[in-house]
């Protein structure tokens, strides 16, 4: 008996056993792609046509570099080359980490990416010495040995741009620091320098130092975003612009705050993470990511990505550093990219946040 209580016979089996080996595919065929089925993007990323002058390093890069802060601590090793994969597949090209970075494991990390992905020619590297362990300060024998040690963990020959930390060290003068970085770049250890805690005062004479034969500052990090503007606004600003330095600012998003996936103390442990987002949870925090919130459900866009058009609307501003957790948040924070915020969105955001 056959389904439905319908009988065969074997004079039914013929035609069928036909029928199965005509329409029959054998394992090395693959049916036909449906009409209405994507169209699978090959080449290229989009992202890839988009890149930024880095100043006057000579560089240009994806307009948003992905930070390894998170690297080594809050995200493991097969976790952060996931995420350093789906932000080059993107179009991304500029990484950015510290030998202060979980005592050099984020180097470690991202040196192991680019050597096993063979991406090191590809990708613009920046690294920030001086504050770590083994090597502290901007002295000329530990500035020099850190960047040894950096260049161990990258697997690489190489820094494209060494940040210069400057609060790590208050005692050595800064001509004896860029006399130490002349011979890097020299050696062709580094490429181009960049500034880090410095202040405007001292990016003056760095650049009288300039006219008299010592590297250039050329690229600039500071903590800056919505929420945290008195760091860069004012005198660092002005300097900054006259000079013609490329700001790339760090803590776009406040420690993760302006990304909205934290909004409840309740949720807050008793980590330093977790301190640094309570910190941000107050009512001008609240009322700033309420706006963020309204112009991303405007524009179709997660509210970190707007936190990261208004720092690429802010004069100078190339490329903020984010530092990302999981590949869903490169999802979130490359749309950044292409937001393109009206005069009524900043001052909404202005107001917010004053």
């Known amino acids: 008996m056959g389904f439905f209580g319908v009988g065969t016979s074997a004079s039914d089996d013929a035609p069928r056993a036909a029928l199965a080996t005509a329409t029959a595919t054998t394992p090395s065929e693959s049916p036909a792609a449906h009409p209405s089925a ?28 992905l930070g390894g802060a998170e690297f080594g601590w809050h995200v493991d090793l097969a976790a952060a080359h996931a995420i350093l994969d789906a932000y080059a597949e993107r179009g991304g090209n500029a990484v950015h980490t ?30 920030r010495v001086g504050g770590g362990a083994e090597h502290p300060g ?9 960047v040894e040690a950096s260049l161990t963990r990258l697997q ?25 970085a002349d011979w890097l770049v020299g050696a062709g250890k580094v490429r ?55 700001v790339t600012p760090s803590q776009a998003l406040e420690h993760g705050f302006l990304s909205g996936a934290h909004r409840s103390r309740s949720q807050m442990g008793q980590s330093v993470r977790g301190a640094q987002l ?33 720092l690429r609307a802010q004069r100078g501003v190339v490329a903020p550093i984010v530092n990302a957790f999981a590949v869903s948040h490169v999802d979130e924070l490359v749309q950044g990219v292409g937001v393109r915020l009206g005069r009524s969105h900043l001052a909404d955001i202005a107001r917010a946040a004053d």
Not at 39 to 64: K, N, S, Y
Not at 175 to 180: C, H, I, R, V
Not at 233 to 245: E, K, M, N, P, S
């Open 138 to 146: 901007l002295g000329s024998v530990n500035l020099v040995r850190a």
């Open 98 to 127: 510290s030998d202060a970075y979980s005592s050099g494991r984020s180097e470690h990390i991202i040196g192991q990416w680019m050597h096993s992905r063979g991406h090191r020619d590809d990708v613009v590297l920046g690294v």
């Open 192 to 246: 181009a320098l960049g500034a880090f805690g410095h202040t405007a005062a001292q990016l003056v004479e760095s650049r009288i130092l300039a006219s008299a034969g010592y590297p250039r500052l050329t690229v600039l990090d500071v903590p800056y975003n919505v929420l945290r503007r008195k760091d860069f606004d004012g005198d660092l600003r002005l300097v900054a612009g006259a000079q013609g330095i490329a």
């Open 278 to 310: 309570a910190a941000a949870m107050n009512r001008r925090g609240t009322r700033t990511l309420r706006v963020l919130d309204a112009i991303g459900a405007e524009l179709s866009v997660p509210p970190a990505a707007v936190a990261i058009g208004w």
């Open 38 to 65: 994507p169209i699978p993007v090959q080449g290229p990323a989009i992202g890839a046509a988009v890149r930024e002058p880095l100043g006057e390093t000579g560089f240009r890069v994806f307009p948003l570099i």
């Open 156 to 180: 690489t020959d190489r820094i494209d741009v060494l940040y210069l930390d400057a609060t790590a060290d208050s005692q050595t003068a800064l001509e004896d620091t860029l006399a130490t």
